[in-house]
């Protein structure tokens, strides 16, 4: 079983940057589809960015501004987010899964606890 531990968010003014880390362990990720989500208070946690067989899916509220990446060595993914809006604010959430997935998070199986962003205006 996959353990995923994420880290990196924080308090940002908008226009900065953060950047998540989410560190596997127990398996190695490196074939797996990577995701990362988010979720506001009273909204349903939404796709922010995923990799899957070669492809990268973006939301379209992200595009030209967050980038997922890995470390297959370290065993790491990550979640590069510029320019940051107060809209961003959420808990974001790293996942992983060993299927054909769609970005949507009834299709990941392993989950990392969460880790607060929240941008000020």
């Known amino acids: 079983e996959v353990q995923l531990v994420e880290s990196g968010g924080g308090l940002v003014q908008a226009g900065g940057s953060l950047r998540l880390s989410c560190a596997a362990s127990?398996?190695?990720?490196?074939?797996?589809?990577l995701g990362w989500f988010r979720q506001a208070p009273g909204q349903e946690r939404e796709g922010v960015a995923c990799?899957?067989?070669?492809?990268?899916y973006y939301k379209l509220s992200v595009e030209g501004r967050f980038t997922i990446s890995s470390d297959n060595a370290k065993n790491t993914f990550y979640l590069q987010m510029n320019s940051l809006k107060p809209d961003d604010t959420a808990v974001y959430y790293c996942?992983?899964?060993?299927?054909?997935?769609?970005?949507?998070?009834?299709?990941?199986?392993?989950w990392g606890q969460g880790t607060q962003v929240t941008v000020s205006s």
């Open positions: 990799f899957n067989l070669g492809s990268t």
């Open positions: 127990g398996s190695k990720v490196d074939d797996y589809a």
């Open positions: 996942a992983v899964d060993q299927g054909l997935v769609l970005c949507q998070a009834t299709d990941f199986s392993s």
